[in-house]
């Protein structure tokens, strides 16, 4: 319940960062951001997104030691192990957004002045820089694999473990029991990581309306599926 906790965290910031003044946008005609609000808002919304990766990667060790290590849990999931799982999932998230907002703010923005998207979302910020981007897209895919894509692996690996680990269990009703234990983050974890990859795994290759959609229920959907997935199953 203490990294439970602070997925919860991640969703509620995650969606207040942008959802309240992209609605209050849609009763506007003229739809204005600052340039300090904009960084901000790009800022948060790739840092808490990065977060969430890593916490639901320390979400899937959790599962595979409860499952696979019963007995050495209390000693390989200690409260200061938790702790420091925590600090660093946030600390790596967000320093990897400051990187990037660094990088990217240091670009020239000679041209227009409308980002065609609901908030501040990295890429769409990328397209009005004068200069070549080439770089920053290459940045934003290693740090992708890194933050994304590697951990995916990770929480592949990890249930590979947890469902041999299963499959040892003679009775089909403590095999039930056992994987419906893992049953809700598993649910995330599918939700979460199908609508990353369609986003920005190819980054060049986008179509702006759908990017839209995806990025409304990447920000605003999923967040709100979450509680209730979880509180379903218990």
């Known amino acids: 319940y203490f990294l439970l ?3 919860s965290l991640v969703d509620i910031w995650a969606t207040s960062s942008f959802v309240p003044f992209m609605l209050v946008n849609f009763l506007k005609t003229q739809r ?21 990766c890593l916490l639901l990667v320390v979400m899937a060790y959790d599962r595979y030691i409860a499952i696979c290590k019963p007995l050495r849990y209390p000693e390989l999931m200690s409260g200061q192990t938790c702790m420091l799982m925590a600090v660093l999932s946030w600390g790596t998230g967000f320093a990897n957004s400051l990187l990037h907002s660094i990088v990217i703010w240091r670009l020239p923005f000679c041209g227009h002045n409308v980002i065609n998207h609901f908030f501040c979302e990295i890429l769409a910020v990328l397209q009005l820089a004068c200069e070549d981007i080439s770089f920053n897209v290459l940045l934003f895919m290693v740090a992708t694999i890194v933050l994304s894509m590697t951990p995916f692996l990770l929480i592949c690996l990890s249930y590979i473990y947890i469902l041999a680990t299963i499959l040892r269990v003679p009775s089909a009703e403590g095999r039930r029991k056992t994987f419906s234990t893992c049953s809700a983050h598993l649910t995330v974890v599918v939700i979460f990581y199908g609508t990353v990859s369609f986003m920005y795994v190819n980054p060049k290759a986008k179509d702006p309306v759908l990017d839209k959609i995806i990025a409304l229920f990447y920000g605003a959907v999923i967040p709100s599926l979450n509680p209730v997935i979880y509180t379903l199953r218990n």
């Not at 951001?33 to 997104?49: V, W």
């Open 32 to 52: 204005i951001i600052s340039f300090p609000g904009c960084a901000l808002q790009m800022y948060l919304t790739l840092a808490l997104g990065s977060t969430e």
């Open 5 to 7: 906790s602070n997925l």
